[in-house]
């Protein structure tokens, strides 16, 4: 039950950060609960992050905001921070 409530908690949390995209709200909080996500290896929880990432890639890979975003996920979020690195390269 504990894992359940767990999965609907991540995907509230990711429903909530399709609705807008914030870069200082991304890096102080989004990013943890996408990182959350991406930990369960839940298939519905891993699209939901790989959505997020694909709408809001052209905020994310804005010049100097893709940095400062990659900087901080590399020691932060590792299963993210993959992710991002790909993004400027797709």
């Known amino acids: 039950m504990s894992k359940e409530k767990n999965k609907e908690d991540i995907k509230y949390a990711l429903k909530y950060i399709l609705k807008d995209f914030d870069v200082d709200e991304f890096v102080g909080v ?9 930990r369960t290896k ?4 891993i699209n939901m992050v790989d959505e997020i990432l694909k709408k809001f890639k052209k905020e994310i890979t804005e010049p100097g ?6 900087g901080f996920a590399e020691n932060n979020t590792p299963l993210l921070y993959e992710r ?4 400027f390269t797709n």
């Open 84 to 87: 991002l690195k790909s993004l």
């Open 42 to 45: 839940d298939p519905e929880l």
């Open 30 to 38: 989004d990013i943890y609960d996408m990182e959350r996500a991406l």
């Open 65 to 70: 905001v893709y940095e400062f975003i990659l």
